[in-house]
């Protein structure tokens, strides 16, 4: 016997990055711009208020993100961050250490993760060769035990997105007691529309959960918020087991802040748009192989590669995401630390 379930030994400990003054982190797929004054004030207000709790039912915000998205307050879930959202997906569906969370791989790191702390099983399909959702192999890998599945469009480490009509295909050929998430953490920046987008299903399909945050394009990565849209019963059980007064006083006004600055929020959305074709072709056009995004990042399939390549990153003083040994993944950022960024990739001759 010991203190700790000895299953969480596998899990990874969280190692704090190497600190590189003056470097450009490109690793986390943030805004590189702070949020705008109105949501400053909005938070600074906030903090005056923190000597008290949080409201516990994030009733303002939620009433707020009802109006925006056109759906009823008791179907959305308000969390800590979308990845708090994730784990409690696992919460509320699984129980029995057979009980299966199935998922892309790669996708989203948060994924197999949440699935062990909640002492699930993660079973993984394999990315198509050109680094996409396959679905049709996802569905075909359902079994009894399969409680929850994740689907991350755009994808999370690869920026590839999943079409409408292929996941109307999937979800009509799911049975109603398998919950699919679908992870829209970069919708923003979705320009395709063939993409799908999850709340103009999330009526017709009460098996289907729609998760969005407030860290990306809403630039509020430091103040965790995330939100669930769904059916009122699904809402309902992850609003139940939300870890108390966890989204603080100071997130919920800035979420709704942020929400009223949405058009000035959306418009940098454009220009990030912008500069990912242009960092994409430039990237393509010094041979490396980067699939089509949809996300405010580009992959770079750099195989054994990849960890020469952050490295070399490194060198120039730019910091990068590297899941070796399959490839990079890059924010895209202002034109300036993009311009640095593919002076690195072009003098790199791993
Ligand atoms: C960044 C990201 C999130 C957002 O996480 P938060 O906890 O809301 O900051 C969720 N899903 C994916 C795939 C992401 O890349």
Redesign the pocket.
């Known amino acids: 016997m010991s203190l700790i379930r000895a299953d969480l030994d596998s899990l990874p400990a969280y190692v704090p990055g190497r600190a590189i003054p003056g470097a450009i982190k490109l690793a986390?797929?943030e805004v590189p711009m702070p949020p705008p004054p109105a949501v400053l004030a909005a938070i600074a207000e906030a903090a005056a208020g923190g000597n008290r709790y949080p409201d516990l039912a994030v009733s303002a915000l939620t009433a707020r993100l009802a109006g925006a998205l056109d759906v009823d307050a008791d179907r959305i879930a308000v969390?800590?961050?979308?990845?708090?959202?994730?784990q409690q997906l696992v919460q509320i569906t699984c129980r029995e250490p057979s009980d299966e969370v199935l998922f892309a791989w790669r996708?989203?790191e948060?994924y197999p993760i949440v699935t062990q702390i909640g002492a699930a099983t993660a079973q993984t399909v394999p990315l198509t060769e050109d680094f996409r959702h396959d679905l049709d192999a996802m569905a075909a890998a359902v079994t009894p035990n399969t409680r929850l599945i994740m689907v991350?469009s755009p994808?999370?480490?690869t920026g590839t997105a999943v079409g409408r009509a292929e996941f109307e295909r999937f979800l009509a050929a799911m049975g109603p007691d398998v919950l699919v998430a679908l992870?829209e953490?970069?919708h923003e920046y979705v320009t395709d529309p063939d993409v799908v987008d999850g709340l103009s299903m999330v009526d017709a399909h009460p098996n289907l959960v729609v998760?969005r945050?407030?860290?990306?394009a809403y630039r509020l990565?430091g103040l965790?918020?995330?939100y669930a849209v769904a059916a009122a019963d699904v809402a309902q059980a992850l609003r139940k087991v939300c870890s108390p007064f966890s989204i603080s006083s100071v997130a919920q006004a800035g979420a709704i802040a942020a929400l009223e600055a949405k058009d000035e929020l959306l418009a940098s959305c454009a220009e990030i748009v912008g500069e990912r074709t242009r960092v994409r072709d430039a990237l393509i056009a010094a041979g490396y192989t980067v699939p089509p995004t949809q996300?405010n990042f580009v992959w770079v399939a750099l195989g054994a590669k990849t960890a020469d390549f952050a490295a070399h990153c490194l060198e120039h003083k730019l910091i990068v995401r590297p899941f070796a040994p399959e490839g990079v993944r890059i924010t895209v950022s202002t034109p300036e630390e993009n311009d640095l960024l593919l002076a690195a990739a072009t003098a790199f001759t791993g």
């Open positions: 986390s797929n969390g800590c961050g979308s990845v708090s959202l994730c996708s989203f948060a991350c994808n999370n480490p992870d953490a970069y998760l945050t407030f860290s990306k990565a965790r918020v995330g996300s």
